[in-house]
RNA sequence: GCCCCGGUAGCUCAGCUGGAUAGAGCAACUGACUUCUAAUCAGUAGGUCACAGGUUCGAAUCCUGUCCGGGGUGCCA
């Protein structure tokens, strides 16, 4: 939408009006209609005809015809359009490039085309980035910062107000693994440095410990092998089935919803107190029958996929045996130890460390605190490296009371139900499935939180909108977090948005811990900095101060690190990897920079352009025409990106922009212009042209640089 | 099983509110540095837009179905 597309729109509507067309259509239909030819030498705008065809019963390119001669005859006061003239079905309209220039040239370099757009009075916060202290911070969370960063800024651009949010994970069982590690079998010493990525080798090396399978391929303790003496159908429900199951010498009842076992069969048999899929298996009544313990899927005991199938073992598998002795893995334990002391062993030293936490006892407490803190040093370095900015900073620790009493509130208000001793929301009417709020053993989970912060942002940030950039996996969960504050009766719950993003992968497959592939922040800012240093900035030691060198360094890198995370859909994965990404030209983050970098040293050889010299009509070059259509359409891609959450807007934007550029570089030279007047000209194009860039890649995060 | 997301050139990806000949980068090949920075530019080659129907004057784009891949699916975060 530009000052083109809305003439363009009202004399077209003008002329419809008209005989011997006689349509009423309003400008805003015809500006509907309108569209941009993909190949530039149709124009800058065409209306199509082909919905007219019906109504006026002539083929569209008689239409068009007619209708480019009668808008022409209407315009030949206008010096706006160069050409209009229909093309087949189209009417196409060549806006005139001096035209265009003498307004869009000093709205860039004198004027506000660059500045923020009018305030929207909407305050929108933006919750990005939400790492875990005593994790590691890997290239992964790069891609958030880089999204949440960037979103920030270009709401700002259009014109929101906007909070950008931090959430960071400071409690809960991923920081009792870690400390659990590091109490019981750290034995070195506490590096000086880096001390976030310390906890989060602990932390890798306690999920280590505690990955069961790597002891037994079925790592459920309690469940032991039973044979299947009887089965009967279930009296009051179609599905289920009542089982009689044979171990050691007892006999329990179950009943039970799975498929694909017969009576005979040895099968998986929880019993009552065991524990499956992270809840405890008690007494319970199906419809009128009472069932002791459950026979167990083949996903129930991770030994396949299927949750309706039940797993049956080979028969001449010894009953009453623990399945996971059975299964045990040779080697990783001394034979005589036993697999389920070794497996309690270890959860039960990590749940005394979650307990003694939730507890506040003063020693782990301490602990807690000192190397909590050292995850946030760290966590601000990066953030102050990556130049991110966080207006607000929660933590889970903040919310995880206010959380439980919300839940009980809303219980006794009758918004929220009691299930399986349990507490959640039934979410059937929105057809998503019952959202688990507070666990039957009283404690909250992260959906607690959750709710607890959505209360927060909108009664004590008085926030209109709220963003959450968090990846894909889970969509879910904040469809059941936004439905269930709408059941809670905040008014603001539809404006909740969930910004779904896709996952850095690399070549092999996924980052994980257990394979020792997770690339670490450090280790990318490192490599960048330095092969941008070495290959590229070599040449300037001497000639640049050290200072500028590094800092350009760091500029490069943050340039190349943030496009790269930025220029893909959101849902999509990112196949990254690091030689490619930091040797790679092309579309890229310094290809753009590059450009730039190039604009400013033209400019810093040429006299300060004076606003009443520039003779616009000189500018008549295919190339530089290319450009000034270009940079018209900056603010609606800007708002655009916006408004759709997408940055990535934004990349392919500059990116085009400084093709363009290159390419009319290659064909109109600044310095060596023919004439004086057209040299002018030409830097004030190209000045023009810098200050969009730079504005560009600001808003994606990226600062600049004058010389590269 | 059900829900969500994806499938476009050898590779990595744009294009998706329907519109003119489906575009970039990488890799391959050819050419351009006595020239405002070659981290560049010009060119060659590379396509059954997963498949099949449907809607339409017109479909990579919208609808339906199928196949393939990923994610999620009540006591993890």
Redesign the pocket.
Known sequence: MNQYSKLVSTEIAKVLRETPFELDLSVDDVM??L?V???S???DH?F?C??L??QLRKS?AMIASDLADRVQAQLTESDAFSQIKS????V?FHVDSSHRAKSLIPAIVFGDFLSRRPDKACRVMVEYSQP?THKAFHVGHTRNVALGDALVRICEWAGYDVIAANYI?D????IAKCLWYFRTFYTGEIPDERRGEFLGEMYTRAVELLDFSLLTRAPHPGVVTARVQSIQPHPNKKNLQIVKVESGNQVNQVVCGGTGFAVGDIVPYANVGSRV???IVSVADFEGVESNGMVCSEKEVSLG?D??KIFVFPNETLVGEEIAEILRVDGALPPTQSVIKEIEKRERGVSEVLHALEQGEPEITELWKKTRQWSLDEFDEIYEWLNARFDHIFY?SDVSDSGKSVVKEFLEKGVLV???????ADLSQF??????L????G???????DIALAQLKFEKFKVDKSVYVVD??????F?QVFKTLGLMGFEKADLCYHL?Y??VVL?EG?MSSRVGNIILFSELQERLVDT?RT???SKYEGEWSEDEINA?ARR?AIGTIKYGML?????????FELT?WT??????G??V???Y??I???LA?LDEIDENEIQYELLTHETENDVMRRLANFPSVVC?AAESY?P??VC?YV??L??DF????????????ETESLRVA?AAL?KATGMVIKKALELIGVEA????
């Not at 009691?418 to 959640?424: N, Q």
């Not at 040797?583 to 890229?588: A, D, F, I, V």
């Not at 290159?662 to 212009?673: D, F, G, I, W």
């Open positions: 509907q209609l569209e030819p993909s190949d030498s149709h124009g065409a199509p082909f919905t065809a019906k569209p093309v087949g079905p189209y196409n875990n994970g409690v809960g069982a991923h899929g992270g809840r996929d949750n309706l889970e009691k299930s399986e001793g349990a507490i959640g057809k998503l499935p019952f959202f688990l507070l666990k039957s053993d404690t909250g989970l992260y959906s607690t939180k894909y996996s889970q969509s879910l969960h469809q779904p896709g996952l070549p996924k941008i290959q590229y900035l350009s490069i220029n893909h859909d959101n849902n999509k994965n990112i196949v490619e040797s790679r030209t092309g579309n890229t310094p290809y920079m590059y450009a970098a190039r400013a040293s033209i050889e655009e997408q990535q807007l392919v990116y085009t400084a093709k290159n390419r009319m570089y290659e064909n109109c030279p600044v310095k060596q212009a030409r190209i640089v004058e010389r590269m």
